[in-house]
């Protein structure tokens, strides 16, 4: 785990004992107890079975779920203590890019990835964005890092669920995010593509110390390229470490019969660092 001390700055999050629920109060708690600390600049793999509550954390990490017991610091503060335009204001500081991007079928993808620059644009510009793309350069750019730069005049409605994925986290690197939440980025992408996108979002982060935290099926591409590693599994972290300390059988008490997603077929095999799934 890394200090707030290595990198300059206080922890982007702050965690103590966090409940959350959804809205049927009377299921068990989506996630439970938990604790966690996350360096400005930090970049940390959220893995675990289906169900495990990743999505959750992340939308809890995004300003988007309010807790119902516990400690929840972003940036140093509590968003949900704060007025309203301030909480807003919080979250122009985040970037979350769910695994389905909700971006309008009929627009243009050029469109879509420049959405990232209305926080920081008058609504004049947005408007005339919407008939003139202010900067198609800059969406060219971004798409063209995830291999997408042939689709930046195509209609959203016309991608492929993977090039979908790919348009949104596009849009995210045209944010000014200083923490950015990918939930599941790899899911419809083949092993090339997820390796370029992985690499990707991580120099994106270390360029701009940004916090990156990615939930991920691949464990093996959690283990090969975040340097830590957080564990869920029904709602409550069961382990959190560096990724040299995680063991096989870790991964293999952690899925209990489901086994991770592989970035390759032949990373089914078992290997010496992780035998289920030979699985961020």
Not at 85 to 94: E, I
Not at 195 to 216: D, G, M
Not at 231 to 256: C, K, N, S, W
Request: net charge positive; glycine share 6%; charged share 20%.
């Amino acid at each position: 785990m890394q200090d707030s001390s290595t990198t300059g700055a206080g922890p982007t999050y702050r965690l103590e004992h966090l409940t959350v629920r959804h809205l049927a109060a009377a299921q068990a708690p989506a996630l439970r107890d938990i604790s966690l600390t996350v360096a400005q600049g930090e970049q940390v793999a959220v893995i675990g079975p289906s169900g495990a509550g990743k999505t959750t954390l992340l939308a809890v990490l995004a300003c988007a779920h309010r807790p119902a017991d516990g400690v929840f610091q972003a940036f140093g503060q509590d968003p949900w203590a704060l007025p309203e335009a301030q909480r807003h204001r919080l979250r122009a500081r985040l970037f979350l890019a769910p695994q389905t991007p909700p971006l309008p079928p009929r627009q243009r993808v050029v469109t879509a990835v420049l959405a990232a620059r209305l926080p920081q644009w008058s609504l004049w510009r947005a408007l005339v964005s919407l008939v003139k793309p202010a900067d198609p350069e800059a969406a060219w750019q971004a798409l063209a890092r995830f291999n997408l730069g042939d689709k930046l005049y195509a209609r959203v409605d016309r991608l492929s669920g993977g090039e979908r994925q790919r348009c949104g986290l596009a849009r995210l690197l045209l944010s000014s995010a200083q923490a950015l939440l990918v939930d599941e980025p790899l899911s419809a992408l083949d092993p090339a593509l997820s390796e370029l996108t992985v690499a990707t979002l991580r120099q994106e982060a270390a360029q701009r110390n940004a916090t990156l935290i990615c939930s991920l099926h691949q464990v093996d591409l959690a283990l090969a390229h975040f340097p830590r590693i957080v564990a869920l599994r029904d709602g409550r972290i069961v382990f959190d470490l560096p990724r040299e300390q995680v063991t096989a059988e870790m991964v293999t008490a952690l899925y209990q019969g489901e086994l991770p997603a592989a970035s390759t077929p032949a990373a089914a095999a078992p290997t010496s660092r992780v035998a289920v799934g030979a699985c961020f």
